[in-house]
């Protein structure tokens, strides 16, 4: 049972579900630059991760968090002894894939920014970690997880600097880079187990 991740997804299902039908509780969860500066609303930094832009959005965040959230906070839990650390991990995982973006849109009070896919990231690449190649699905073509985690990374890079599609790279790339510091500073040993993994390919379905 992993019963911490059920209940974020339960949540984000509800609040985001809320958000759809009542336009004023989006507004005042999602992060929006001055809110935060003129009326220190400093919990947007965590509640735009609540909410997302439609339900093709919100069911990729949440099939994906379903299948590799619970196996993360097993991990965490075998190694701290705590249902506290996943969610501290995922919501901190919230906090800091958006600040690049946040510091960078302080004055812009045209930018808005909604979803968990920077703490989803966070979760994906930290299930990377612990199994580089286990077999993944990405729009239903199977994929090494460590392959995936590569074209991932490039293309999030290659399009954060490109812009024009509205979609926040650069929280993917943060949110990817927290999880395998997370993880990393949480048992160090996890990087050895990660080369002998990636030295010795065996490719498994997930699970």
């Not at 989006?26 to 339900?55: E, N, V």
């Not at 501290?88 to 896919?117: R, T």
């Not at 395998?180 to 500073?185: D, G, Y």
Request: aromatic share 16%.
């Amino acid at each position: 049972m992993t019963p911490v991740n059920l209940l974020l997804i339960a949540i984000t299902v509800l609040v985001s579900w809320m958000a759809f039908n009542n336009r004023k509780l989006g507004d005042r969860l999602i992060l929006w630059p001055p809110a935060l500066d003129r009326h220190r609303q400093y919990d947007r930094l965590i509640t735009y991760g609540f909410i997302h832009a439609d339900l093709a959005h919100l069911a990729f965040n949440m099939i994906t968090l379903f299948f590799f959230g619970g196996q993360i906070e097993k991990v965490m839990l075998q190694l701290t002894g705590s249902y506290l650390t996943y969610p501290a991990f995922y919501l901190g995982a919230l906090v800091v894939s958006i600040l690049p973006s946040y510091l960078k849109n302080q004055k812009n009070p045209n930018y808005l920014s909604l979803g968990a896919s920077g703490a989803v990231s966070a979760v994906l690449f930290a299930f990377i970690l612990l199994s580089p190649w286990s077999v993944i699905f990405v729009f239903f073509i199977p994929a090494p997880a460590i392959i995936y985690a590569v074209f991932y990374v490039g293309y999030s890079i290659w399009m954060d600097r490109k812009g024009g599609d509205r979609i926040n790279h650069s929280a993917h790339l943060a949110g990817a880079a927290f999880g395998v510091i997370f993880m990393l500073a949480m048992q160090p040993s996890i990087f050895a187990h990660f080369l002998r993994e990636l030295g010795n390919p065996s490719f498994r379905p997930l699970g």
